[in-house]
């Protein structure tokens, strides 16, 4: 079946810490990509969205994300997170008209 | 996020009631979503709708009816809950119409967290 797949669940890092959480598809074709971010009791935000040109997308807070075809996968980086990035990100394909999710990343950091 | 306005924040059901969510958005927005929210199962789409008077199902249709009779609500029906229906329920919406707003993202609800006994 085709899925979308954050194979890291939950991620335990020191404040100031490199960050990638990896996400891979298996649609072919055409597709959108997305990383979305909850924080402890909110709703999802957008972090970054990819559609077509440069590969490498900037998103907010120092997000950023590369997109590599040849291996379906659309990982998230931040070179150095901070104690306000604990929050669950999730990755997202989007195939016409439906936007499918990853299981989701726990980040927790720790001062 | 006064855009999408999701009714009612909390709900508890005993087996075998009904319900219904409602999903209002002042956005004028095409496309309606209606999401589940699992610890370890991340958001999946329960149903879906691209303009008035249409739907359609997602990856978890099952138990759960919809209707968009307005543009600017998207109703979630659970016709016989079910302990395994216990939830946190999005709502999203996103613009179409235009070849641009394919590119849009989701704007997201604050969800209606739902408990089956």
């Known amino acids: 079946a085709q899925s979308v797949s954050q194979h890291n669940h939950h991620v335990i890092l020191s404040e100031a810490a490199s960050l990638e959480l990896g996400c891979n598809y298996s649609?072919?074709?055409?597709?959108?990509l997305f990383w979305y971010v909850q924080y402890p009791g909110q709703h999802l935000q957008l972090l970054l969205k990819?559609?077509?040109?440069?590969?490498l997308v900037k998103g907010i807070k120092g997000f950023e994300a590369e997109f590599i075809k040849s291996k379906f996968s659309f990982n998230l980086r931040k070179p150095s997170v901070q104690w306000s990035d604990t929050a669950e990100y999730f990755c997202?394909?989007?195939?016409?008209?439906?936007?499918?999710f990853g299981t989701g990343t726990r980040l927790q950091v720790f001062p | 996020n006064a855009g999408v306005t999701q009714t009612p924040k909390f709900r508890v059901l005993k087996t075998g009631q009904s319900m219904t969510l409602l999903c209002a958005q002042d956005m004028n927005h095409e496309y309606m979503y209606w999401y589940r929210q699992d610890p370890g199962m991340g958001l999946r789409l329960i149903h879906y709708s691209v303009g008035e008077g249409t739907t359609a199902k997602g990856e978890v249709p099952d138990g759960y009816n919809v209707s968009r009779l307005k543009k600017q609500n998207f109703l979630l029906g659970l016709e016989s809950a079910a302990p395994s229906q216990t939830s946190v329920y999005f709502c999203a919406i996103r613009p179409g119409g235009l070849p641009t707003s394919y590119n849009s993202p989701l704007h997201f609800g604050n969800g209606t967290r739902l408990t089956v006994t």
């Open positions: 997202a394909v989007r195939k016409t008209d439906k936007l499918i």
């Open positions: 990819y559609f077509s040109g440069d590969p």
């Open positions: 649609y072919g074709g055409t597709v959108n």
